[in-house]
């Protein structure tokens, strides 16, 4: 039931692009993107929700592909500050809780 | 506006000790999650909370782990006899609605058990 990330590590030159996907074996509601530093909070990046709604930063873009049950989140001419563990979480229609996948780390270097 | 507050941010205790976490969750906010992190790992749900009520409290173990949110108040989260293995980050989140709306985190309480 935990989604599951991909790819689990990525490493970076500034400037350079990304794209972290997020696949589930179960229907999805919503998928949710947050972004953690190391002894921080994960701060939220984007939801988007079944029907095409999103709700996020202008910086961020993401996907949904409810049909196949998985969420890309695109990082774009990458900066320093990028940097971090960003998670998916998964929700269903229940409206509960989230499930949360283990997390792909990106370093972006100079 | 503060954001969600945390306290405290490191808590050591030792084996059969009590550990008492709190959260006060962002004003207007009336939805708390409580999730539990070790090293490397992602978050693992423990508990949804709306003002005085428990909505889904799936992810707590059944036995020494109990939550509150009172109508006045920080949520706090509670752990009875803690063992070596309660030793984790321990974040909680509020939102201003269910689950499909931004969630705010807080800073998270490291807690030890020595």
């Known amino acids: 039931q935990q989604p599951v990330q991909s790819p689990q590590a990525v490493i970076l030159r500034e400037g350079e692009d990304a794209v972290i996907n997020c696949s589930s074996s179960?229907?999805?509601?919503?998928v949710h993107w947050y972004r953690q530093k190391h002894g921080e909070a994960p701060v939220f990046l984007m939801i988007?929700?079944?029907g095409g709604e999103q709700k996020g930063h202008e910086k961020i873009s993401a996907s949904f592909n409810e049909k196949k049950q998985q969420s890309s989140l695109y990082l774009t001419a990458s900066q320093l500050s990028y940097s971090g563990t960003y998670f998916c979480g998964t929700g269903g229609g229940n409206n509960r809780k989230l499930i949360w996948g283990l997390g792909t780390s990106l370093a972006v270097n100079p | 506006n503060a954001g969600v507050m945390q306290n405290p941010r490191h808590l050591v205790r030792r084996r059969g000790q009590e550990a008492r976490l709190r959260c006060s969750p962002m004003k207007g906010h009336s939805h708390v999650y409580w999730y539990r992190q070790l090293p490397e790992e992602g978050l693992k749900f423990m508990v949804y909370?709306?003002?005085?009520?428990?909505?889904?409290e799936s992810g707590m173990p059944k036995e020494r782990f109990s939550a509150e949110f009172p109508k006045e108040g920080p949520s706090i989260l509670r752990i009875q006899q803690v063992v070596r293995g309660d030793s984790a980050a321990y974040f909680c989140?509020?939102?201003?609605?269910?689950?499909?709306?931004?969630?705010?985190f807080g800073q998270g309480t490291r807690l030890t058990v020595v």
């Open positions: 909370l709306q003002k005085e009520n428990i909505i889904d």
């Open positions: 988007l929700l079944k």
């Open positions: 179960k229907a999805l509601y919503s």
């Open positions: 989140a509020s939102s201003p609605g269910p689950v499909n709306t931004e969630a705010f």
